[in-house]
């Protein structure tokens, strides 16, 4: 298997294999022992890319929808300029 380690990620990276593009973040908890937690499994690079978007901006909270929105777009572009 094979990795995407972009800097521009962050947390997250995607493992490449013959079939799919899998996405995942490494998560740190309180017990101090890092592990590797599955965002999902992709048929291509955009929809893994997509979906690491999604779930970078659904951890945090927002005060309005507008706020909510403009902060998924803009990781959505960050994301998008990487291909």
Do not use: W
């Not at 899998?22 to 101090?32: H, L, Q, V």
């Not at 945090?60 to 998008?80: A, G």
């Amino acid at each position: 298997m094979k990795f995407i380690n972009d800097p521009a990620l962050g947390d997250y990276f995607i493992q490449v294999d013959d079939l799919n593009y899998s996405a995942f973040i490494k998560i740190t908890p309180d017990s101090g022992i890092p592990y590797d937690s599955c965002v999902g499994h992709f048929t291509n690079l955009g929809k893994a890319l997509e979906k690491i978007g999604e779930h970078k901006v659904r951890r945090q909270s927002y005060d309005t929808i507008k706020e909510y929105l403009t902060e998924y777009e803009k990781i959505k572009n960050e994301l998008k300029n990487l291909i």
